[in-house]
């Protein structure tokens, strides 16, 4: 279950929401380096890559290998992105989140700034990127979420760096897909 909370948390603080992808980020394809911290309820928040540290092995292999699925590396005690010309194109770069409503305020070349209203789980976030050029870009994300019947506010800033044009065995991020369990005998 925790790890489910970690990729649902991961996945929503990247989240822009299907609004963006109407429009392509100011941004080069390849790989990238993203580097967070995150404040909820007014204390600082453990980086959620350190919850991977406490996993047992095959446990923190398996969320490992979700994430890479999508496009994303945890496994060097950093996160890795790699973004090609069609997961930027596509809006895939930021992952999408159903029940999402995005309005966009600002779109410029250096500046993004949009307000989503999500129900599942029910929250509201203000969001804003800057590209301080197609290599850098800054995320600030702040949030009221109601996560089993608990209120949190929560701020989180992104900074993300290119590393270069190949992203090795890193396949290019893609819309989150979550494994499919594997049928029992009863359900063949």
């Known amino acids: ?29 390849g790989l ?46 950093g996160t890795k992105m790699c973004l090609n010309r069609d997961s930027l194109d596509q809006g895939t770069w930021q992952g999408t989140q159903s029940g999402c409503k995005t309005d966009f305020k600002t779109r410029s070349s250096s500046r993004w700034a949009w307000h989503s209203s999500c129900t599942q789980p ?22 009221t979420m109601t996560l089993q019947g608990q209120t949190q506010v929560s701020q989180m800033t992104i900074t993300a760096k290119w590393l270069g044009t190949d992203c090795g065995t890193l396949k290019p991020v893609g819309p989150p897909k979550l494994p499919v369990p594997p049928k029992t005998p009863a359900q063949k």
């Open 1 to 29: 279950m925790r790890a489910v909370v970690f990729l649902s948390m991961y996945l929503c603080a990247m989240a822009l929401a299907d609004a963006a992808q109407a429009q392509t980020p100011p941004v080069k394809p």
């Open 32 to 77: 990238w380096q993203m580097q967070s911290t995150r404040e909820v309820d007014g204390k600082k928040a453990p980086d959620p890559l350190e919850h991977l540290k406490g996993m047992p092995p095959e446990s923190r292999k398996r969320m490992e290998e979700i994430m890479r699925q999508q496009g994303v590396d945890i496994s060097g005690g």
């Open 122 to 143: 029910p929250s509201e976030s203000d969001g804003e990127a800057v590209f301080a050029d197609a290599e850098n870009y800054t995320v600030k994300h702040a949030s």
